[in-house]
């Protein structure tokens, strides 16, 4: 219970055995700092000796100033201990700043570093990720190594410097009550850990409690928590269990109040013990007038002195554990293979200059985890300006054919092009500028609607929005508001209908102007009316661009001038409206239409 690697905790120790993390990495994060680490160093190094001047100006005014009268002595030691408290104070302060200034730094080229690696994953990462544990690396983990970027690293050479600077003039002053302080020291210092491992794992098992309460809070009274409590009556429930974990930060709370007041009784008991015993030792007989008061004094003040920084480094590996499990987690995702990278020298694809011929060549593509292709063999060519519907069964491969149009995913075989520009050779922001998206589950952003909307054009001007809304048959909606365009969307737009969260989402597509359009079951979860007002603002959104049209309902693609029907991941019929009809395939089926006789032999469109 006592040894500094009993307290470790075990999930941090499998994180390491898992993941270990190089000294030459953790050093690579500091590498471009050297400059400041070496006066900090410096910094430290000459705090922890000249604190120790203090103890030898203080035996002198004991010793010799004050029992000779010797006033010149007594002015230079009284002058001399303030000097050392105003530089020791001064260079403390910077200690602290560099230390900070390079820690800070360090956490946000880390966080920075996995923010940009993780928004450069896969569509497939996210979806086997829970975006809490991703939040968790960038803000909990990277915070937590502050610690021991700003604090612990400069602890140990402090502390490491101050106990041997402080044993050396220990045995200075006196190698006889040194060899005392070898006696009384380590129980003193066993004692006092003790305790601070006991507060530490009640302070760890509040935390924990501390980050459950959060989970329910954020459950229980975010939008969709909130909904579905009340619609499945789960309000006790979640009380109760509320109320449970209430209840237990409390205990945890007043344990570790308690264990702190004992560590604080526990320390005042030691630091009364020790001069006691140097206090006892100098007067005993053996050595009674061999040691000056003012040795006593002096020695006690340093033996104080060198019990804190021991017990900072006796502290240091459980710390030091926990810190690399950080290091390795916040590594793990640095590590992460991306499987969609952006070219490195890609082909300039400016927007004005972009005709939007699309074409599927062989493509196939498989999930990384998968072991069969979703899609094989598709060859699709969608001329500039004209329309592509793409019908089909639920897991036939549609909206993985939307997601290789917008590079969410690349191809495992294959390639798909724009103007014979394969996709993995445009740059991710001016692909975006070319390739627009409405999807069903439209996202809108916590903010105003004016700020929705500039995230396709933030150079637009308000007669720009307006138009856009306008074309959008949103603008109604809009003006009606008390705060009109200011007005405040909510979390993920849940101030507004389905069908008006798709008409703003189609408003700020016509804002990015795309050449190529891609509508994903845009008008699928809405009711006929809603659907019929939406289905009037893609027209106008549809108009002069190649569009991929993914739809369940049929009726929204009838008017495509291409209909292609997959099937397991392969296209099986193509043709427009009318041909798929008459040829009673799989089309017709879809439709439930019954078509007329066709002689055996005659062959389904393609």
Sequence with gaps: MGGPTARVNPDDRAQLDQSPVSFRRVAALFGRHSGPLGILTVTIVATSIIGLGQPFLLRAIIDDALPHRNTELLVWAVAGMIGIAIVTAVLGVAQTWIASSIGEKVMHRLRVDVFDHVQGQSMAFFKRTRGGEIQSRLVNDIGGLQNVITTTATSVASNFTTAVATAIAMVA???????????????????????????????????????????????????????LTKTLGAAPARLASFTETSSEIIDLDLRSQLAGRWRMATMSIVFAAIPA????????????????????VAFTALQSSIFRPIMGLLNVGAQWISSMALLSRI??????????????????????????????????????????????????????????ALVGETGSGKSTIAALM??????????????????????????????????????????????????????????????????????????????????????????????????????????????VLVLDEATSALDTETERELQAALDVLIEGRTTLTIAHRLSTVRNADQIVVLDQGRVVERGTHEELLSAGGEYAQLAGWRAPFRPPGTPVPQ
Excluded: C
């Design 173 to 227: 002053l006196d190698w006889r009550l040194s060899l005392i302080s070898l006696v009384v020291l380590p129980p003193s210092i066993w004692l006092t850990r003790r305790v601070a491992l006991i507060r530490r794992d009640i302070t760890a098992q509040r935390q924990a409690a501390l980050a459950d309460l959060h989970a329910q809070v954020d459950e229980a009274l975010s939008v969709n928590g909130a909904m």
């Design 406 to 515: 917008v590079r969410l995913a690349d191809p495992t075989a294959g390639s798909v092009t724009i103007d014979g520009v394969d996709l993995r050779d445009i740059a991710p922001d001016q692909l975006a500028r070319v390739v627009g998206v409405v999807t069903q589950e439209t996202y809108l952003s916590h903010t105003t609607i004016r700020e929705n909307l500039r995230q396709a054009n933030p150079d637009a001007t308000d007669e720009q929005l307006w138009q856009a809304l306008r074309a959008a048959q949103v603008d109604g909606v809009v003006r009606s508001l008390p705060d009109g365009i200011e007005t405040i969307v909510g979390a993920r737009g849940h101030r507004f209908s389905g069908g008006e969260r798709q008409r703003i989402a189609v408003a700020r597509t016509l804002l990015g102007n795309p050449k």
């Design 277 to 296: 015993v140097i206090y006892l030792a100098a007067g005993m007989p053996q050595v009674a007038g061999t040691i000056s008061i003012g040795t006593v």
């Design 331 to 388: 590594f793990g995702y640095l590590d992460l293979p991306v499987e969609v990278p952006a070219p490195t020298d890609p082909v300039p694809m400016p927007r004005d200059a972009v005709r939007g011929d699309v074409r599927f060549d062989g493509v196939a593509y498989r999930y990384p985890d998968g072991d069969r292709d979703v899609l094989s063999g598709l060859d699709l060519v969608v001329p500039a300006g004209t329309s592509l």
